[in-house]
């Protein structure tokens, strides 16, 4: 079946396909998931109304790209559309040259959003806002990748041997540890080895860290400064330096939403050995959807696969 996806163009040695569907189910209501793809020429690839949709960003410079995963949530049934307005917020930023720009921009759409959605919904409520997941790489032509992470979606490094994640769960369990709750091995069963629906913050939607009993409007940084050492290299928002031959795949939480999820998502540097990103798509859907991992709580499921095949030069 030929896609919209089939036509982006991402320069030499970047390999990257997406996938987004409703689940493993037919019975499921609606997919609140979304992606965007821009590619190094400007053209865009997304999710609207949960149809593929495709549009030419003007201005973009060329060999730039960006890649994003969201996953809507909440909000009287508008986690869809928290999504689709991030993702449109995307499509208006102008192409990053650095972390603190991305970060600004971002930060500005935010609050921009959660304004509108407030007007939207005729209250100040916090709890009443939709939000969404944001987990973003911005692809710059011979420079480092930046990555901006809000939510429980994440980043896999994975080469043939290992598997890594390499952003944070924004989840109670990580507050914990910030507190000093939980020491790396608590954490790591809390976050990667059981299966935990509860966020501590969404884009639109606002934080729990700063106060667990009160959602506050600003985004919640995770950094160096208050994260536990065994997690310090992980920050939300940094440059990270893509290795050549190895995977990314970003991804929401409905691929492990299972009794054991480390087991499933370790058995991917197998699966995926070799293969380049439409097939690492193909498998991981495949998979999911033929063999179910035991327990697994049927969810929305995005992915894009990115392959460094050889250095950027």
Known sequence: ???????????????????????????????????????????????????????????????????????GMGGHGHGRQAAEAVVAGLLAIPACATLGEL??????????????????????????????????????PGLPALLYHVGDSRL???????????????VPATAFAMAGLLDEAQWWQHVHGENRS????????????????????????????????????LADRRAIELRPHTLYLLATDGFWACAKPYEWVGSWPGMFDGRGAQEVIDILFEELIDYPPHNLHIDNITAIALRTWQPAS
């Not at 409520?125 to 997941?133: V, Y």
């Not at 409007?217 to 536990?228: G, K, Q, Y």
């Open 1 to 71: 079946m030929t896609s919209a996806l089939d036509s982006l163009h991402f320069g030499p040695g970047l390999d990257i396909a997406a996938r987004s569907c409703a689940g493993a189910s037919a019975a499921r209501r609606e997919n609140q998931d979304n992606y965007l793809l821009i590619d190094a020429r400007g053209r865009a690839v997304f999710l609207r109304d949960e149809l593929e949709q495709v549009h030419q960003v003007e201005g973009w410079p060329q060999g730039h790209a960006r890649i994003a995963v969201l996953d």
């Open 156 to 170: 896999y490094e994975i080469d043939p041997d290992q598997l890594a994640p390499m952003t944070v769960d924004h």
């Open 198 to 233: 509860q966020i501590s913050q969404a884009f639109i939607l606002g934080n729990a860290f700063v106060n667990p009993m009160l959602l506050s409007d600003p985004l919640f940084e995770l950094s160096p400064v208050n994260l536990p050492p065994f997690l310090y290299h």
């Open 103 to 140: 970060s600004t921009r971002l930060d500005a759409l935010h609050t921009s959003l959660q304004l509108h959605f407030c007007r939207e919904g005729d209250s100040d409520d916090p709890a009443r806002r939709p939000g969404t997941t944001l987990t973003m790489l911005e692809l710059r």
